[in-house]
């Protein structure tokens, strides 16, 4: 049982950046993928970002490429690094894991992850 919890949500500027991090806490980190996903009110859970168990590879959703970044270190922790933050980027975002054992687009960028956390909300200011 992974289980997973953001931090770093909060209210950033139009325009501005924000990281967010998901701290896991299963000690074989390395076998799992993580995923960004979020859900902006009245709207359905949307992919974001993810990052493949050894870091190599990254998939992003059109709307937030070039302008976030995802990465992880060896302490068990993923990033989502947002930039240029627009309107429709408010949302609250989910960390998600699930096992390593593909890392094409199409399995990271799916919904289907087995572990969430609770999720940290982001707004927007103008």
């Known amino acids: 049982q992974v289980q997973l919890v953001e931090s770093g949500g909060g209210l950033v500027q139009l325009g501005g950046s924000l990281t967010l991090s998901c701290a896991a806490s299963?000690?074989?980190?390395?076998?799992?993928?993580m995923g960004w996903f979020r859900r902006a009110p009245g709207k359905d859970r949307e992919f974001v970002a993810a990052?493949?168990?050894?870091?190599?590879?990254t998939v992003f959703a059109d709307s937030v490429k070039g302008r976030f970044g995802i990465s992880r270190d060896y302490a068990k922790n993923t990033y989502l690094e947002m930039h240029n933050v627009k309107p429709e980027d408010a949302a609250v975002y989910y960390c998600?894991?699930?096992?390593?054992?593909?890392?094409?687009?199409?399995?990271?960028?799916?919904?289907?992850?087995?572990?969430w956390g609770q999720g940290t909300q982001v707004r927007v200011s103008s």
């Open positions: 998600a894991a699930r096992s390593a054992v593909r890392d094409d687009s199409d399995y990271l960028s799916r919904a289907d992850y087995d572990y």
């Open positions: 299963e000690r074989t980190f390395i076998e799992y993928a």
């Open positions: 990052i493949s168990g050894n870091g190599g590879i």
